[in-house]
């Protein structure tokens, strides 16, 4: 089955300084990548979602790449706020597997001011 | 839309006690999952159905856990008898073919 491996587990920046967290996935079929966003004690929100058609997706300070090749995509922020503070969750899934979605083991993201 | 509505938000019961889990999805969605969501484990998918069928059950702990969809508004996760280690956040969500998920809020389960 599907391996989702994210990196780094924690990252602490800067406010105003960007922050890049990366997935890696094993399985070459999946072609369906949503991250989410979870705030302390919320539920998980889709924040972007990229298909396995299209190699870039930005929506204003976020932004995700994919590399079909070496199977690994990234979320990027910029600008980053206080308010961006929370645990990012990575995900792929495959139509063939049923949209059965494999999820990262997260990334903790602290925004200082 | 009101989103998925998940009840109780939160559940404190007895080791051996019956506990059940409900979910209503998205109007419109067909596919339901339900996930367990743990410090040690993060995110876990337990079940999830496609037009009202279970269609992967792998991640089901044990025979202690079950999942029902008697119909495309209402789902179940049952745990009996519950033990301790059953203490989790348990989430719903739903979607409409190969769409984004939406998570409902959440039952936080603690088992004493």
């Known amino acids: 089955g599907e391996n989702v491996e994210q990196h780094p587990s924690t990252l602490s920046v800067q406010e105003g300084d960007s922050a890049v967290i990366k997935c890696t996935y094993s399985?070459?079929?999946?072609?369906?990548f949503p991250w989410y966003k979870q705030e302390l004690g919320k539920r998980p929100q889709l924040i972007i979602d990229?298909?396995?058609?299209?190699g870039e997706k930005k929506d204003q300070r976020i932004a995700v790449t994919l590399n079909k090749t070496a199977k690994h995509f990234s979320l990027h922020i910029t600008e980053t706020q206080p308010e961006d503070s929370a645990v990012y969750f990575c995900?792929?899934?495959?139509?063939?597997?049923?949209?059965?979605?494999?999820f990262g083991g997260g990334t903790r993201v602290l925004v200082k001011p | 839309d009101a989103g998925v509505i998940q009840s109780p938000r939160h559940e404190v019961t007895e080791m051996g006690q019956e506990v059940t889990l409900r979910c209503k999805p998205i109007?419109?969605?067909?596919?339901l999952f339900w996930y367990r969501q743990t410090m040690m484990r993060g995110l876990e998918l337990l079940i999830y159905?496609?037009?009202?069928?279970?269609?992967?059950d792998s991640g089901m702990p044990e025979d202690r856990f079950s999942a029902k969809m008697p119909n495309a508004s209402f789902s179940t996760l049952k745990i009996q008898p519950s033990e301790p280690r059953d203490s989790a956040v348990y989430f719903c969500a739903s979607s409409f073919e190969d769409s984004a998920r939406r998570f409902g809020q959440g039952t936080r389960l603690t088992v004493v």
């Open positions: 990229i298909r396995s058609n299209v």
């Open positions: 399985d070459s079929a999946s072609n369906y």
């Open positions: 995900a792929a899934s495959t139509r063939a597997a049923g949209n059965k979605l494999t």
């Open positions: 159905f496609n037009n009202n069928v279970p269609i992967d």
């Open positions: 109007s419109g969605h067909n596919s």
